[in-house]
């Protein structure tokens, strides 16, 4: 007669670990996995309703640990690029223009990527600034919602803003400084095949002026 | 009724059996360790290049302000002790405490240690630093968790040196290691697969194209595909199928080696043709947990190693 092997005590009976010890550490795994899984299933949208509450369980850990990411990575698109145009007189009376990220002054390339991603955020960040729909369509307090989550929207931005602002001015020497939210759009195949450069000017748009900013005043 | 039950005690067992196969078997730290070097090596200079504008990041009137970093956390409990931190002198104090933890790892130095302390400073660096973040720091940071779980140090270590004359010592925390490696890259690469489903140039098959012609991230000119749509088709499909069955594939034995080699164009073309460097290698350095050790020992010109069994 064959005998069954123990699951529980077999395979691993070898290695030294008691069961006991095992399911514990098998209980704290089976916690950390569904963490890890949770954070990319509810986020970034779209999201069903469950996995948003099933995250819920897991967000504290997430933050605490820093595993709260969607991993969409280049998705759903690789899209246009965001930068940040800044213009301002040094206090010789020389007019600076220039951008953010900037592959000529921002070396090496990690930093020029942190400079990047800061006015991606900042793209994503504008992005959330909601439209509100025709005056008869709204209610009072959808209209008020809408507001009130708009000047959120728009300070977090602004506290970003100000902090580049301030540090371009402190290597600039200069007090004031305006700044732009560009958006670079890439080109068909088509186009660069007839001979449309990457850095054409018309690839280049405005999506917000973000102000003017003076030091030390945010 | 009876066959129904022993099927799924069947089941049952079998499962529980496979999970503690799969966890609870000890594993040689050869590849873990080469991990640590790689991932030491990484965070090092990751946070070397944060020292090169310190105060212009992290400073009172840094780029990051606190409440903005704090916003884009959207959690009290993503904590970080450099917020508050306004003081120049303890913010480099901080910066250089947390270098030379990093360099620690990478040599295998106080490893049980230096490698908690790594995870901790890299969370805190990252939280502190939202919205200046991508995917390297995501990866770093899960990389340094798992060394500090499993035994890092055991193998290619400066404290394995100072115990001279022990031998290989396989443990269940390497191999735990290890398995979190491999399954967090299977959960990374499927949600990346099935992110770029919902986009249309990946069904197009022009999405390489759109990383391409970027010229943010251009650092090899690759634009003279447009005359080539076919390859650029193919290619960016083969993306798409190689990330979303990555979870599948990377496990039998026979694709395992198809599914690793497809990793190194993929992760090096990142790297030198969209200037991500840090990026294309901490994602080789992941992929690396699923190199049996047998293959790092061999490759490291260790004598007395059996092959694969």
Redesign the interface.
């Known amino acids: 007669m064959i005998r ?2 123990n ?2 005590s ?3 009976a070898a ?1 030294g ?1 008691t069961p006991a010890r ?1 399911k514990l ?2 209980a704290l ?1 089976l916690w ?2 569904l963490a ?2 949770s954070a ?2 509810h986020a970034p949208p779209p999201a069903s309703y469950l996995s948003e509450q099933v995250n819920k369980i897991f ?3 997430q ?19 965001h ?1 940040v145009r800044y213009e301002l007189t040094r206090d010789d009376g020389t007019l600076v223009q220039g951008q953010l ?1 900037d592959p000529a002054a921002n070396r ?11 006015t991606e ?1 900042m793209y994503n960040i504008w992005m959330r600034i909601e439209e509100p729909p025709a005056e008869a369509q709204l209610t009072a307090a959808q209209r008020q919602a809408i507001d009130e989550s708009n000047a959120a929207t728009r300070d ?1 931005l602004h ?2 803003a ?3 602002a ?2 371009i001015m ?1 290597y600039e020497t200069t007090s004031r400084v305006r700044l732009q939210l560009v958006e ?1 759009l ?2 068909l ?2 186009q ?2 007839a001979g449309r450069p ?2 054409d000017p018309e690839l280049y748009r405005v999506l917000a002026d973000l102000g003017e900013f003076e030091m ?1 005043t ?1 | 009724m009876n066959s129904i039950r022993a099927y799924f005690n069947e089941v ?3 499962s ?2 496979g ?3 799969f ?4 594993a040689d730290p050869a590849t873990l360790a080469v991990i640590r070097i790689c991932t030491g090596a990484m965070l090092l ?2 946070h070397l ?2 020292g ?2 310190l105060l ?2 992290f400073g009172a ?5 606190e ?2 970093s704090r ?3 959207n ?5 970080s002790p450099l917020f508050g931190m306004t003081s120049p002198t303890l913010l480099w104090t901080f910066h250089v405490t947390a270098l030379a933890c990093f360099a620690c790892l990478m040599i295998g130095a106080w490893t049980r240690i230096t490698a908690w302390a790594s995870f901790l400073f ?2 805190a660096y ?2 502190r ?1 939202a ?8 990866i770093n ?2 990389l340094a ?1 798992y060394l500090a779980v499993g035994p890092a140090g055991d193998a290619y270590s400066w404290d394995r040196r100072r115990q001279r004359g022990a031998g290989r010592c396989p443990s ?1 925390g390497a191999n ?1 290691a290890l398995r ?1 490696i491999q ?2 890259m299977c ?3 499927l ?2 697969g099935l ?8 069904w197009e098959g ?2 390489l ?3 391409f ?7 090899l000119d690759m ?1 003279w ?3 080539h ?1 076919m390859p ?1 088709n193919f290619v960016t499909h083969l993306i798409l199928v190689w990330e979303i069955s990555y979870i599948a594939l990377i496990w039998p034995r026979l694709t395992r080696p198809i599914m690793l080699a497809l990793a190194i164009p993929l992760h090096l073309g990142i790297a030198i043709c969209m ?4 990026f294309g290698l901490i994602m080789l350095v992941g992929n690396f947990a699923f190199v049996p050790s047998w293959c790092v020992r061999q490759w490291l010109g260790e004598r007395d190693v059996a092959g694969p069994t």
């Open positions: 069954k092997p699951p529980i077999s395979p691993a290695s670990w095992r550490v098998s795994l950390h996995l890890v899984l990319p299933w967000a504290p850990y933050a605490a640990t820093f595993l709260d990411h969607g991993y969409r990575f280049f998705a759903p698109d690789p899209g246009p690029s930068l990220p090496p390339r990690l930093l020029y990527h942190r400079f990047f991603m800061i955020t977090l506290q970003v100000d902090g580049i301030q540090q402190r670079h890439i080109p195949p088509e660069v095949r990457l850095d030390g945010p | 049952f067992e079998a529980v059996a999970w503690n196969r966890w609870f078997e000890p200079y990751t290049i944060w090169l504008d212009g990041f009137d840094g780029r990051l302000p409440m903005f916003a884009m956390n959690s009290e409990f993503a904590w890299a969370v990252a939280n630093a919205g200046a973040l991508f995917g390297l720091d995501q940071v899960f968790l269940i735990i979190l399954c967090h959960i990374v690469y949600f990346a992110g770029k489903l919902l986009g249309p140039t990946w022009t999405a194209w759109g990383a012609a970027n010229l943010e991230y251009q650092t634009t595909v447009c005359s749509p650029v200037g991500m460097i840090t």
